[in-house]
C-alpha cells in the first residue's frame, strides 16, 4: 500500500506559534506538521488549551467531546476542542490541531500578571515552576491517547515532544493494554511512538510519591526506566519506552551521549544510540523571508539586498534611538536571555566592543541579572545600546533584517532557529560551534571564503575572549571587504534550511516504524 494512503501521524506537540509560545519549539510545531501535510501526510496536532490560544486568532471551538481522566483517586474531568492550521500551499489541506480543555490546568498563563505556560514569576522577579505540573501533564498525556478513541483517529505514529508529553508512551504500553475496550486494545497497540528532545536540559522532574497520582505501578519507579535520583523524570520515561528518538541535529545527537552534554542521561541514551537520530530543525520560510516579511520597512532578496537591507538598519537604529550610520557595525540577538544562550559573554564582552564604535540591539526576557545588566550598557551607551526585555514577534523580524551582526555564542544550542532565520535575511550569524550551530554554519576561514562555502563567524571555546576574537573578525570584513561580505551574505542567503528538508527526514524515520517494527 503506497504510504500517502497507509501513513497517518498525529504530531503530538506541547506548543504550537499562533495559539501559544515560550521559545522556538512553537515554531517547530506550527511548521513540521504543515511541512509534512505537503508530503501527503495526515497529519493533527495537539496542545492544552492555554489562555493564549482560546484567544488565539485561529480561534477554536468545541468539540462536544468529553474527557474523564483518574488522577489517583480522583476523576478530572476536561473537554476537546478543535481549531487548525493553514496550508503551506494553495493545494494544501488545513491541519487539524486539538485542544484539551481543562481550566484549572492550562488557563493560568497571563503575561501581565507574570504567570507563564509552565513557570510564574514571583515578586521577587525570580521563575519558579508550578506545583503541580506533575499533575498538569500527567493529565495530558492521559488526555492525548483519550483524543485519539474520541475522535476515531488512529494515527500510525505519535510523535511526541520533550517532557511535557514524556508519559505518553509509558501510558500506551503499560497501561492501555490493560485498560482499553476490545477492540480498541487492537488498534491502540499498533501505535509506534517517535519521541524528539529539543533541550535535554528540562526534563520533568518531580516526586517520586506521585506515582500513584500518575496512576503508574510502582514497578516502574526505578533506574532503568521511570527513576531519576529518586525523582520521576518524565523526559527519561519517554526516552526509555518511545520506538524511535530523535533531536534537532546531528553535533547534538553526539552531544548528548556524553557527559559534558548528558545531563545526567547521557548512559541511557547511550543505551538507546541506535534508535537515536539527529534531524536539523527548518525555518518557515513563508514566514521568515525578507522577500515578503510585512513587518519590514524595505523587502528584499539576495539581488536587492544593497537596496532594501540598508532602509531595514535605518529603520531599526531609528527605533532605538541610535545612530543612522549604514558603515556603523550594527550586532543584533532575539534571545531568551538566560545562560544557555550565552548571555554571560555577550556581557563580558560588550563594552570592549561598544568602545570600538559598534551598536548592539537586544530582544528577549529571562534571568533579571541579564535584564540589570543590559540596563546598564543601555544607560552608559545610550546612543549605541537598545533593550527590549519582551517576546515581540515584529520587533524579531525587524532585528533579523537591520542588524548586520546576528549573535548566538550559546554554552549548548541543540538546533536553533535563529541562525537559519539570519541567513536567510543576509544577516551574518557570529555562533559557538555546538549542536545545531555547528551543523549550519560555516566558519569563514579564509579558504571556506575562497571556496564559497563560508556562511558566517564560528568560535569553539567557550569564552569571551573567544567570543570577542570572532566578532571582531566578523566587523572587519564587514568595515575592509565590503565586497566580500556581500558575498557571504549571498551564500547565506541561498541556503536550504526549509522545513520541506526536514520533514522529508522525519517521513523516512516514520516509514521505517511502520514497515519494520
Not at 468539540?63 to 487548525?84: C, D, F, N, Y
Not at 504500553?173 to 499498533?190: D, F, T, V
Not at 545562560?339 to 563580558?348: A, V
Not at 576561514?445 to 558566517?456: E, F, S, Y
Request: charged letters at 20%; glycine letters at 6%; proline letters at 6%.
Amino acid at each position: 500500500m503506497a504510504h500517502e494512503a497507509r501513513m497517518r501521524s498525529a504530531v503530538d506537540l506541547k506548543i504550537v506559534a499562533g495559539f501559544a509560545k515560550t521559545g522556538g519549539l512553537a515554531d517547530v510545531a506550527a511548521s513540521l506538521p504543515r511541512a509534512l501535510s505537503e508530503r501527503g501526510i495526515t497529519c493533527a496536532v495537539i496542545m492544552p488549551l492555554y489562555r493564549s490560544a482560546r484567544q488565539a486568532v485561529l480561534s477554536p471551538q468545541p468539540t462536544g467531546q468529553a474527557l474523564h481522566i483518574p488522577m489517583g483517586p480522583k476523576i478530572v474531568e476536561g473537554a476537546l476542542w478543535r481549531s487548525a492550521l493553514p496550508p503551506l500551499s494553495p493545494q494544501g489541506a488545513p491541519v487539524p490541531v486539538i485542544l484539551v480543555e481543562q481550566p484549572d490546568y492550562y488557563e493560568r498563563d497571563n503575561r501581565a500578571l507574570g504567570h507563564g505556560l509552565y513557570q510564574y514569576t514571583t515578586a521577587a522577579g525570580q521563575k519558579t515552576d508550578y506545583a503541580d505540573n506533575c499533575e498538569r501533564y500527567g493529565f495530558f498525556c492521559r488526555a492525548v491517547l483519550e483524543a485519539i478513541r474520541l475522535l476515531d483517529f488512529w494515527p500510525d505514529v505519535l510523535h511526541i515532544n520533550d517532557w511535557q508529553t514524556g508519559l505518553v508512551p509509558v501510558y500506551l504500553r503499560e497501561i492501555y493494554p490493560q485498560q482499553a475496550r476490545s477492540p480498541e486494545r487492537a488498534r491502540y497497540a499498533q501505535i509506534k511512538t517517535l519521541c524528539t528532545i529539543h533541550n535535554l536540559a528540562y526534563q520533568g522532574n518531580f516526586w517520586h510519591m506521585d506515582m500513584p497520582l500518575l496512576g503508574l505501578p510502582w514497578r516502574l519507579f526505578n533506574f532503568e526506566q521511570l527513576e531519576f535520583y529518586n525523582h520521576i523524570n518524565f523526559l527519561k520515561a519517554g526516552i526509555v519506552f518511545a520506538d524511535v528518538l530523535t533531536t534537532v541535529s546531528p553535533t547534538y545527537a553526539r552531544e548528548i551521549q556524553t557527559p559534558y552534554f548528558g545531563c545526567g542521561l547521557q548512559g541511557v541514551l547511550l543505551r538507546r544510540s541506535a534508535q537515536l537520530h539527529g534531524i536539523v530543525n527548518g525555518a518557515d520560510y513563508q514566514v521568515w523571508n525578507p522577500r515578503t516579511d510585512a513587518h519590514l520597512a524595505a523587502t528584499y532578496d539576495e539581488e536587492t539586498i544593497n537596496q532594501g537591507k540598508p532602509a531595514c538598519k535605518a529603520a531599526l537604529q531609528k527605533s532605538f534611538g541610535l545612530e543612522e550610520n549604514p558603515r556603523t557595525p550594527l550586532l543584533g540577538m532575539v534571545s531568551r536571555l538566560v545562560d544557555q544562550k550565552g548571555l554571560d559573554l555577550l556581557t563580558k564582552s560588550a563594552r570592549s566592543l561598544l568602545k570600538e564604535n559598534m551598536q548592539l540591539v537586544v530582544l528577549g526576557e529571562g534571568n533579571p541579572v541579564y535584564h540589570q545588566a543590559l540596563d546598564r550598557l543601555r544607560r552608559d551607551f545610550p546612543a549605541q545600546v537598545g533593550v527590549a526585555v519582551a517576546q515581540d514577534e515584529k520587533l524579531a523580524h525587524q532585528i533579523e533584517a537591520g542588524a548586520d551582526i546576528f549573535l548566538m555564542p550559546s554554552q549548548y544550542e541543540p538546533c536553533g532557529l535563529n541562525q537559519l532565520y539570519s541567513l536567510k535575511y543576509g544577516t551574518v550569524p557570529v555562533v559557538r560551534a555546538t549542536g545545531g550551530l555547528a551543523d549550519t554554519v560555516v566558519d569563514a576561514t579564509p579558504a571556506n571564503l575562497a571556496a564559497g562555502q563560508a556562511t558566517g563567524f564560528t568560535f569553539a571555546v567557550y569564552s569571551a575572549q573567544a567570543f570577542l576574537d570572532s566578532v571582531k573578525r566578523a566587523v572587519t570584513l564587514f568595515r575592509d571587504q565590503p565586497d566580500q561580505w556581500l558575498t557571504l551574505q549571498r551564500i547565506g542567503m541561498r541556503q536550504d534550511w526549509s522545513w520541506n528538508r526536514s520533514a522529508a527526514a522525519y517521513e523516512s524515520l516514520y516509514q521505517s516504524l511502520i514497515t519494520t517494527m
